[in-house]
């Protein structure tokens, strides 16, 4: 009898074999490890819904889902402040704290909200925090010593303020002026916030170092700057390869900065036509100025095709101000550069930008720490080409993670004019998101529209706004900031948050609350029924493929679709309702079990409070929060338990 009672119908089995086999298929393209990382907060303030709704949320959405796919000891998930450079030390200022205390300050706060919002991070550390700071600045080092081993450093002067009295040259925020263009007070060293207009420091009239209030001199002073031409190839070879995974607004964006283009005056077009068959394969276009711009597939064919044309007298320029930035600062406050190199280099720093691309390496070796493992083992993730590392950020920031990232990573390597082979840093996959409006506006602490995370989910009686964490992160997840600007609108907001405490709640609630009053608690011996096979043997490769892309609002929309089949095998079956067919009603309180659990596991990056309790409910193991559990049935006679509060209600 027991024998009998644990074994599946056939058809249930079929079904399953059914789903292992397109599961089969697909793990070709399953990192072996993972390291899954989102912007890091400046250590300047709170997190807030921007924050949330563009890194940390969809990538702790990403992380759960990998680790639901391979397993939660192949999966890191890091992120820290970033602590240094004049950001944190000009607010530290403003309230009359030290740099340090200021920033544990906002990090304790920052990790708590984390913590709130269920962002389960391995390690939530930063740049300049005592347990990572000396593995942090070894790695930034060498970095540093292997990108100037390669050629990658160009060494430039410029004029930068220098602050007499205080002896230090000023960050650019640090002095302010009056403007040469509007004649406005409170101007920038560059640019003027009154009148928008950019113009050259020695132009700033009066101006004043905000640390002394003494008038600064501009002074020469030497930088490194990155050269990312020289990677332009590789870069170009790596973006191609990556059409068929990475977003398509991302990909041209950044190819469309990086493809090598130059450009010459308008007045030699017809010469150009003439011997335009020559030269090596391009893309010619019309740019502005009156300039024509001509794009290679490579650098060599640009600079074939530049000396031919320089020989007819073009006036050839090249489009790279993009490449060349530079990397080091005179700031204190950060990683100092390695002096063996240069000597003519002791006291600069390393900018803050590159230093926090770094910063994820050295988070991962603390977190493997933290877990007892050997923090070396960060290589298997870093340097392994079979793993995978997986970067979320704002879409303003996509020069940096890809183009400034790339030319390092490749810049550190023993031949960097080619893809990175085992042993060497591999390339990251990027997911950028856009803006996240408020009610309709860009966020703004002046409009009374910036929203901390805090704020929105502490409990109205203390002037918060109410929400549970897992309604924002769901709410967050449907809105399409992978395509474009997208609104958080409080209506908008009620009204998904009505559907999941209606339909959705009904489709976890129907089958527990029948369960227990016509059977007795226990799962019924069944089969399969109505809609529930075929769909879910569509919705599971969908789920994968769509996840391993973050299309988080169309699986979701699937998802719910799939929850409603609950809905419609109660209409249509009654398993509630005594007067009906015995063996039709089992058979569809078993299916409805069995799409519960697979809406169980699919949700849970998504809403892992209310899954969580959803898996109490069923008397599920934790084990059973794993991709390889989709369409496994709960055993006929399992007895479940109570009831829950799932999603919460809506109150009018
Ligand atoms: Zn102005």
Redesign the pocket.
């Known amino acids: 009898m027991v024998a009998q009672t644990q074994a599946h119908p056939p058809h249930v089995t079929e079904v399953k074999e059914k789903i292992d086999f397109i599961l089969d298929k697909m793990k070709d393209s399953f990192p072996e490890k993972a390291v899954v990382t989102a912007g890091m907060p400046y250590a300047n303030g709170p997190v807030h819904i921007g924050h949330l709704a563009g890194t940390h949320v969809p990538a702790d959405i990403y992380s759960s889902f990998l680790k639901l796919l391979i397993g939660n000891e192949n999966v890191l998930f890091v992120c820290g402040t970033d602590d240094h450079g004049s950001t944190s030390e000009v607010a530290a200022k403003k309230v009359g704290k030290s740099t340090r205390e200021f920033i544990d300050e906002i990090h304790s706060r920052q990790a708590q909200t984390m913590k709130s919002y269920g962002i389960d991070l391995d390690v939530y550390t930063g740049t300049s925090r005592e347990e990572n700071y000396e593995t942090h600045k070894e790695i930034c080092q060498d970095f540093l010593r292997d990108l100037y081993k390669n050629e990658r450093l160009d060494k430039r002067t410029s004029l930068q303020w220098f602050d007499e009295k205080a002896s230090m040259f000023l960050p650019d925020r640090y002095v302010t002026g009056t ?1 040469p ?4 007070p409170g ?1 920038y060293s560059e640019e ?1 916030d ?2 928008g ?1 950019n113009y050259e420091a020695k132009e700033l009239k009066e101006p004043i170092s905000s640390v002394t209030q003494t008038t600064p001199e501009l002074k020469e002073t030497d930088h490194w700057y990155l050269n990312m031409w020289k990677a332009t190839d590789q870069l170009c070879e790596w973006l191609e390869g990556n059409q068929k995974t990475w977003r398509k607004n991302l990909l041209t964006e950044v190819l469309g900065t990086v493809r090598t283009t130059f450009i010459f005056s308008n007045t030699h077009e017809d010469s150009y036509k003439e011997i335009k068959e020559d030269l090596p394969e391009h893309k010619s276009r019309y740019a502005p100025g009156k300039k024509v711009a001509l794009t290679f597939k490579c650098l060599n064919d640009l600079e074939k095709a530049s000396q031919e044309l320089k020989a007819r007298g073009f006036d050839i320029e090249l489009l790279d101000a993009w490449a060349h930035r530079s990397i080091t600062r005179d700031v204190s406050w950060a990683i100092p550069v390695p002096e063996e190199i240069d000597e003519t280099m002791k006291g600069k720093t390393l900018y803050v930008w590159p230093e926090s691309l770094i910063a994820p390496i050295s988070f991962s070796k603390l977190a493997l720490k933290n877990k007892g493992k050997d923090p070396q083992d960060s290589d298997l993730y870093w340097k392994n080409p079979k793993a995978g590392r997986y970067q979320f950020l704002g879409q303003d920031n996509i020069f940096f993670y890809v183009l400034m990232q790339g030319s390092m990573w490749l810049g550190t390597q023993k031949d960097p004019k080619r893809l990175p082979v085992a042993g060497e840093y591999q390339m990251t996959d990027i997911f950028s998101n856009y803006h996240l409006q408020i009610n309709g506006a860009k966020m703004s602490k002046s409009k009374g529209n910036f929203f901390t995370g805090d704020q929105l989910i502490a409990p109205k009686e203390d002037g918060g706004m109410g929400y549970h964490p897992d309604q924002i992160r769901y709410f967050l997840s449907i809105l399409s900031l992978t395509e474009k600007n997208s609104n958080f609108d409080e209506e908008i907001l009620k009204e998904r948050n009505k559907f999941l405490a209606g339909p959705l709640n009904a489709a976890f609630e129907k089958p527990i609350s029948a369960c227990h009053s016509k059977f007795k608690g226990q799962i019924p011996e069944g089969d399969l029924i109505g809609k529930t096979a075929k769909e879910t043997q569509k919705i599971i490769p969908n789920y994968i493929k769509m996840m391993k892309k973050g299309d988080y609002a169309k699986i979701l929309f699937a998802i719910e679709n799939y929850a409603r089949v609950i809905n419609g095998l109660f209409s249509v079956y009654k398993p509630h309702d005594d007067r009906g067919d015995d063996k039709e009603r089992a058979d569809a309180l078993y299916s409805c079990f069995y799409i519960l659990k697979n809406v169980m596991i699919m949700l849970s990056p998504f809403a892992p409070v209310t899954m969580e309790k959803l898996r109490i409910s069923l008397n599920l193991p934790e084990e059973s929060l794993s991709l390889k559990e989709l369409g496994v049935p709960l055993m006929p006679g399992h007895t479940i338990h109570e009831q829950s509060d799932y999603f919460p209600a809506v109150s009018e």
């Open positions: 403007c263009k509007c004649e406005a101007a003027c009154s009148c207009a």
